[in-house]
């Protein structure tokens, strides 16, 4: 009856609106989506739970607490976040790593959905269950409650805790961080946010008392804060009873401590701040207005809203076009509203400068919200808008059946946190297609001076010092905009073509021979002109269709002066456009249209990436087809490609990190360069007739292509566009191999120690051994890395409170014949780097020789299976492997005897594979970047 009730107000007001929503249905309430069940204990603690399909026997929850960095006192600085690592280091129920090592034990680990994380405004802790074992599922609700009231906080623990939180912190102390704090003291002036980072102090993480934190948690953990999510597949109605059960025992605070929001003083007059430093990889500029926010919570305020995501898709759309000109100032920037804290709405644009440019860019900016202020957005702009909201709201209703819990659970949290009404997916499709089109164009051109005030501006720019660099100063910054809103400008031009994508269809080819695998409903046709099409319609996702085509050759066919030229491909065809359509008249004929697809090259293969909605599957293969068949090749575009390249790979180096992984990379492939990453000084040298000329080479012959496609289509359909548009790409009958381009690994034991930046070390490890590429090793690799990230966690995180990462990963090279790298990472205090690396042999060591305990094999294998079940319903889980499959001579559905291979994992497996390829003894670059 509600929802007939809303049917009819929206029906009221759509007859009897002239462009403006009646006063007397503004205030009329929104409604909860009736799927959510939420409610109140009688000791204050809230809760939101909600049924979901997918993935199938699993819950994600949410622990909320209403509490973070703003509302430490003097002596807890960074206790906020510190009491986050505590609640996993043992509670009342859980002593130390009992809870850790039961959610490991039933797949629900680190490894897969355990976390935390702490803001200024909040603290959330993020756990995944089963619901097949309702025991285990109980247990890990106990847990969570648990952390709701009862963390231990051993002595101890917390000292072995200190040593992780502060390595966590040294981590985190790079350019961005020191900028960062600097802009936040001019944003968040006068106000407590300037002061309570939520990663604190090192002075007070080394000093704090334990009865600081101790006194953190009693504050602020308590039921009338706290609000517990559940999504999942499992009946809701017994879900509200397991709460109540866990939660409602938790005692309700008598006189608690108030929690007070602190606001951010206004700033009448516009201010800036100009950050320079010397391992800044880019320069950013930042606008921001401080707005003042109403929660969605009636007809009125999401008519409001509505006219917010108009202007803002229009701006967005405009500032896209203009980096897209020739020679821009800009490659990236976007606009939007958010509630940043709790005392701060704002108005948002960040904007990637280019190299040099940061002045033109910044007042590129203002020069176009200043247009927008005096003329307004244009009808084709106003049109296109409209388009594109309502696709989102009609594939946020077609994807509601096969959405992920954990994309679910965030909606509701981010709804909660906004204080929003929480709507269903059918009813915000039901407003929005009721009220869109009876929001006049004025009325957005008309709400610039609430999304971009007049007052509460803070502009910022982060920027690169270095000799020779450039940028506005404090007062430039101030002055530029003082002048750019000054001017009197000309409306925007809004240029379209008004035409096809493609004007003439293709006379459609053939399937020569087609193929069903049983086992997995994999089906291959085999085209007229060579190509092989691999195709599985799914129902994982409703609303999702994914492409993937891939020919053996690559950069590696080239000659080694083209292989920069090759990293630019990607890119320039995302600004070039094809036929008629440049890269914006692209942008505007596609409003609308869920759909992307570009080409990629690599090492030793060329292919194509794509993606769509089932309805917008012709029109990814049109493009596709264009792009070969009316590419676009010009200066313009190419100016565009190199200045927004430039602009990302500049200053790269300058960040350590970056740094210290580029120079791991030259040493592990003996500064081969096809293995060597993009440099500024690479750009000089490359040339809009070498692009052409790869392309024309690399997707001229598409006898050897294979594609694969995978999701909601229907087979009639996508068969009549594989003859169509796939057959019809030229072929000649090249049938190439990968070629061997002399690509070699480092040789024997090799120590290389640099220094760079300040604070932080880094150091890995790497080792190389021959192998065969098969399921059984790759089962096997799966798990002995998962065992070993476990047990470098407990010794070098955990016991010796050495470093916050401390990671391994492996990972197959196949040239000149099929091997398998090793790859160690951890980041340090310098003093302890040799001693932790130590400890990083001495633990791989100990699985070399059988020294772990079997539960480690059990979880593994636990975790292995849990993961497995939610990816095989998964479309670019089943594409991917397709595809890899394929390119290294396996069956193409191997990877669905993984559950089998699972269960037959045990020590003698793990241990022979460690032994197989954690050969430090024999192979070994170990790499160590100390401060300078």
């Known amino acids: 009856m509600k929802r007939t009730y809303l049917g009819l107000i929206l029906l009221c007001c759509i007859l009897t609106l002239s462009a403006i929503l009646p006063p007397e249905y503004a205030s009329f309430p929104l409604e909860q989506d009736p799927d959510v069940i939420s409610g109140t204990l009688d000791n204050g603690l809230k809760y939101y739970i909600k049924q979901n399909a997918k993935p199938e026997k699993r819950l994600e929850l949410r622990l909320f607490i209403n509490a973070g960095s703003v509302v430490e006192d003097d002596d807890q600085l960074g206790l906020a976040h ?13 002593p130390r790593t009992e809870m850790v090592d039961y959610l490991t034990s039933i797949g629900m680990g680190y490894h897969n959905g355990l976390n935390g994380g702490t803001s200024y405004d909040y603290t959330v802790y993020e756990f995944k269950l089963p619901t097949d074992d309702e025991a285990k599922m109980r247990k890990g609700i106990s847990i969570l409650s648990d952390i709701a009231w009862q963390v231990s906080f051993e002595p101890a623990e917390i000292e072995r805790e200190r040593g992780v939180v502060m390595e966590e912190w040294r981590l985190g102390q790079n350019a961005q961080r020191r900028i960062q704090d600097q802009i936040d003291k001019v944003r968040f002036a006068g106000s407590r946010y300037a002061e309570r980072n939520p990663i604190g102090t090192i002075e007070n993480l080394k000093n704090f008392k334990h009865e600081s934190l101790i006194r953190y948690y009693q504050d602020w953990y308590r039921p009338d804060l706290e609000t517990v999510f559940i999504v999942g597949d499992y009946d809701p109605q017994k879900l509200e009873g397991l709460v109540k059960e866990y939660f409602g025992v938790i005692p309700k605070r008598e006189n608690p401590r108030p929690r007070i929001n602190y606001p951010v003083p206004d700033n009448i007059e516009p201010r800036a701040v100009t950050v320079l430093d010397k391992e800044q990889p880019y320069t950013m500029i930042r606008s921001t207005w401080k707005v003042k926010t109403t929660p969605v919570t009636d007809l009125g305020s999401l008519y409001n809203e509505m006219k917010q995501d108009l202007f803002f898709t229009m701006i967005n759309a405009r500032l896209e076009e203009l980096s897209q000109q020739p020679d821009p100032s800009f490659s990236y920037a976007f606009m939007f509203n958010a509630t940043w804290l709790k005392g701060f709405n704002a108005t948002d644009c960040f904007m990637l400068a280019n190299e040099g440019r940061s002045e033109d860019a910044f007042r590129t900016l203002i020069t176009e919200l200043t247009r927008v202020r005096q003329h307004g957005f244009q009808p084709g702009e106003w049109e296109r808008a409209k388009q ?60 610039v001076d609430d999304v971009i005030t007049s007052e509460n501006l803070t502009l910022s720019l982060a920027g690169t010092d270095k000799p ?8 430039d910054l101030l002055n530029i905009y003082q002048q750019s809103i000054a001017q009197e400008l000309e409306p925007w031009e809004d240029i379209t073509v008004n035409e096809p994508l493609l004007e003439t269809i293709p006379i459609p080819g053939k399937i020569t021979k087609e193929k069903v695998f049983p086992k997995s409903g994999i089906k291959q046709w085999v085209l007229s002109n060579g190509i092989t099409v691999y195709s599985k319609k799914t129902d994982f996702k409703a609303d999702e269709v994914i492409l993937i085509a891939q020919s053996p050759g690559g950069k590696a066919k080239l000659k080694p002066e083209n292989y920069k030229s090759a990293d630019l491909l990607s890119q320039y065809f995302s600004v070039s456009g094809f036929g008629n359509f440049d890269a914006p008249s692209l942008q505007k004929a596609l409003a609308g249209k869920i759909v992307y697809v570009y080409p990629t090259i690599y090492s030793y293969s060329e292919g194509w990436r794509g993606s769509c909605s089932p309805q917008d ?143 932080r070390s880094f150091v890995s490890n790497v080792t190389n051994n021959k192998a065969s590429f098969s399921p059984q090793n790759n089962v096997q690799q799966s798990a002995l890395q998962m065992i070993a990230y476990e047990k470098l966690r407990e010794n070098v995180r955990e016991n010796m409170s050495g470093a916050y990462v401390v990671e391994i990963q492996s990972f197959y090279d196949f040239l000149p014949k099929p091997g398998v790298f090793t790859l160690t990472l951890m980041g340090c205090d310098p003093e302890r780097a ?51 499959n394929i390119s290294y001579g396996l069956p193409i559905d191997c990877f669905l005897d993984y559950p089998v291979l699972y269960d037959k994992l045990d020590k003698k497996a793990i241990t022979k594979t460690a032994k197989q390829y954690y050969v430090f003894d024999k192979s070994l670059l170990s790499v160590y970047m100390f401060p300078e």
């Open 834 to 884: 040799k001693e932790l690396n130590a400890a990083i042999f001495a633990t791989l060591d100990s699985l070399k020789n059988g020294l772990f305990a079997d539960k480690y094999i059990e979880s593994t294998k636990t975790t292995l299976h849990k993961k497995y079940e939610e990816n095989i319903k998964s479309n670019r889980y089943w594409v991917n492997n397709m595809s890899e």
């Open 468 to 475: 020779g660099a450039k940028y506005p100063s404090r007062e």
């Open 617 to 759: 599957l012709e029109l990814m293969f049109q493009m596709l087809y264009q792009y070969n068949y009316a590419p676009r090749y010009n200066e313009e575009a190419f100016s565009a490609a190199v200045a927004s390249t430039r602009a990302r790979v500049q200053n790269y180096l300058l960040e350590p990190s970056n740094a210290f992984f580029d120079t791991l990379n030259v040493l592990m492939f003996n500064n081969h360069p096809l293995k060597r990453n993009l440099h500024p000084e690479d750009l000089d040298s490359v040339t809009l007739k070498q692009l052409k000329d790869i392309f024309q080479d690399r997707f001229g012959d598409y006898t050897d292509f294979t594609f694969y496609v995978v999701g909601n289509f229907a087979e009639d359909q996508l068969k009549d566009y594989c003859q169509t548009y796939l057959a019809n790409l030229p072929a000649k009958g090249r049938k190439e191999k990968m070629t061997d381009a002399g690509v070699r690994a480092f040789n024997g034991k090799k120590e290389i120690s640099f220094n760079k930046g300040t604070e």
């Open 388 to 447: 594109i909201m309502i696709r989102q709201a009609e594939k946020w209703v077609a994807d509601k059946p096969t959405m992920d819990s954990e994309d679910v659970i965030w909606e509701l949290l981010d709804a909660v946190m906004s204080e929003d009404t929480i709507l269903s997916a059918e009813t915000y499709e039901q407003m929005l297609k009721g009220l869109i089109y009876e929001i006049g164009l004025s009325e957005v051109n008309d709400i």
């Open 82 to 94: 510190f009491v986050e690592h505590m609640a996993f280091n043992g509670t009342k129920n859980f």
